[in-house]
């Protein structure tokens, strides 16, 4: 059973930047796709990014090509979102994902507990 486990969340004022770590254990060795989803106050959970464990392949969400940037490092099993050029409308409970043998947009097995991320104009 993987376990995710989010860091880097906080307050930061409009234009600044945020680092989210997903940091990965046990049965690791399974994930086949790794990525982050928002859900903001008062909305449904939305996907934000992914990046294939094996291959490094990435995709995001319109909203936040451009600004947003997934990377993974497979030694320590770690995913990252750096988030840049922040605004109101990123606000929101970010979470981490991980799916076995498939991509997280047809199955997500695994989600983190989530990460606040607020941004003030």
């Known amino acids: 059973q993987v376990q995710l486990v989010e860091s880097g969340g906080g307050l930061v004022q409009a234009g600044g930047s945020l680092r989210l770590s997903c940091a990965a254990s046990?049965?690791?060795?399974?994930?086949?796709?790794m990525g982050w989803f928002g859900q903001a106050p008062g909305k449904e959970r939305e996907f934000v990014s992914r990046?294939?464990?094996?291959?490094?392949?990435?995709s995001y969400a319109d909203s936040v090509k451009g600004r947003f940037t997934i990377s993974r490092d497979n030694a320590q099993n770690t995913v990252y979102l750096q988030m840049n050029s922040l605004n109101s409308e990123d606000t929101a409970v970010y979470y981490c994902?991980?799916?076995?043998?498939?991509?997280?947009?047809?199955?997500?097995?695994?989600w983190g507990q989530g990460t606040q991320v607020t941004v003030s104009s």
């Open positions: 046990r049965g690791t060795f399974n994930i086949y796709d």
């Open positions: 994902t991980a799916s076995a043998g498939t991509s997280i947009f047809t199955r997500s097995d695994y």
């Open positions: 990046i294939m464990w094996s291959s490094g392949t990435a």
